[in-house]
């Protein structure tokens, strides 16, 4: 499961299975987890996160797009 970025204590990743959907990214803190479809940027599902904390995670993916779509491409593109 590569990391694409970590901020602060965000780590932001796929899974090596992830091809077969949509592009997204994964994000976790601790036991918490989200996921992020990517274009556009749209709340998958969560577990854990609040919804202030959620909303940070969002502006973050956002900020962060091309540099999601550049690594799942570089990863997942034969």
């Not at 970025?5 to 997204?24: K, Q, T, V």
């Not at 987890?33 to 609040?50: D, E, H, M, Q, Y």
């Amino acid at each position: 499961m590569p990391t694409i970025l970590i901020i602060g204590p965000y780590r932001f990743f796929f899974y090596a299975n992830d091809r077969r959907e949509p592009m997204h990214v994964h994000v976790e803190r601790d036991d918490k987890k989200a996921k992020f479809w990517i274009t556009p940027v749209v709340l998958a599902s969560t577990r854990g996160f609040r919804a202030g904390e959620l909303t940070k995670l969002h502006a973050l993916v956002r900020e962060h797009e091309a540099t999601f779509e550049e690594a799942w491409h570089a990863h997942f593109d034969d």
